[in-house]
């Protein structure tokens, strides 16, 4: 299995901050990689797939980058709706996984 | 509108069995593969198995291999999970999640059904 490890676990930060989110792969998944947000009590809600592109009414703040093991979810002025727990997930293979998560919290 | 809308979920004791169902509206269901993902409490997410679109393929996670079975039936548009020797790290909140088939993400989530499995 493809494990998927997230950095940081938790992050706190202010309003109009630039937040970068790192997940690194455990072997290559070419750009297969996706991005999500859940809030509390929540489902998760897709932001960006194929590590880069925009899900459709996405806000433009949130951008993905990366290929191969290595890759980031950056938030280039946070708002205060973005506070929430971010998820990597790889569809490289089955089975389909995860990062633990990284949470976002008001500074 | 894309709506996915899960029921079965509830309290079972360790050793018991629940079906899951997830209805689904605004798209051509029968053109979509599904899955399962699951949260414990306080926990990350987990994959737990997936259907092809005409249901041919499935698919597990080792953790639920040979107790859960995943079926769906398109002409009631409605993905299942058939859920059975029910252990307590299976307690958690169950979403239904549509994909298109392939290295593909999951583009829309169902609200998600609670699990509890306790004596």
């Known amino acids: 299995d493809i494990q998927m490890t997230q950095s940081p676990s938790s992050l706190s930060a202010s309003v109009g901050d630039r937040v970068t989110i790192t997940c690194r792969a455990s072997?290559?998944?070419?750009?297969?990689l996706n991005w999500y947000q859940q809030k509390p009590g929540k489902a998760p809600n897709l932001l960006i797939y194929a590590a880069s592109s925009l899900q459709s009414g996405v806000p433009s703040r949130f951008s993905g980058s990366g290929s191969g093991t290595d890759f980031t979810l950056t938030i280039s002025t946070l708002q205060p709706e973005d506070f929430a727990t971010y998820y990597c997930?790889?569809?490289?293979?089955?089975?389909?996984?995860f990062g633990q998560g990284t949470e976002v919290e008001i500074k | 509108e894309v709506q996915l809308l899960e029921s079965g979920g509830g309290l079972v004791q360790p050793g018991g069995s629940l079906r899951l169902s997830c209805a689904a509206s605004?798209?051509?269901?029968?053109?979509?593969?599904m899955s399962w993902v699951r949260q414990a409490p306080g926990k990350g997410l987990e994959w737990v198995s997936g259907i092809g679109n005409s249901g041919s393929g499935t698919y597990y996670a080792d953790s639920v291999k040979g107790r859960f079975t995943i079926s769906r039936d398109n002409s009631k548009n409605t993905l299942y999970l058939q859920m059975n020797s029910l252990r307590v790290d299976d307690t958690a909140m169950y979403y239904c999640?549509?994909?298109?088939?392939?290295?593909?993400?999951?583009?829309?989530w169902g609200q998600g059904t609670l699990v509890t499995v306790s004596s």
């Open positions: 072997q290559s998944i070419s750009s297969y």
């Open positions: 997930q790889q569809s490289y293979n089955i089975p389909w996984t």
């Open positions: 999640a549509k994909k298109v088939a392939g290295s593909n993400p999951f583009d829309y």
């Open positions: 605004g798209f051509t269901f029968s053109s979509y593969a």
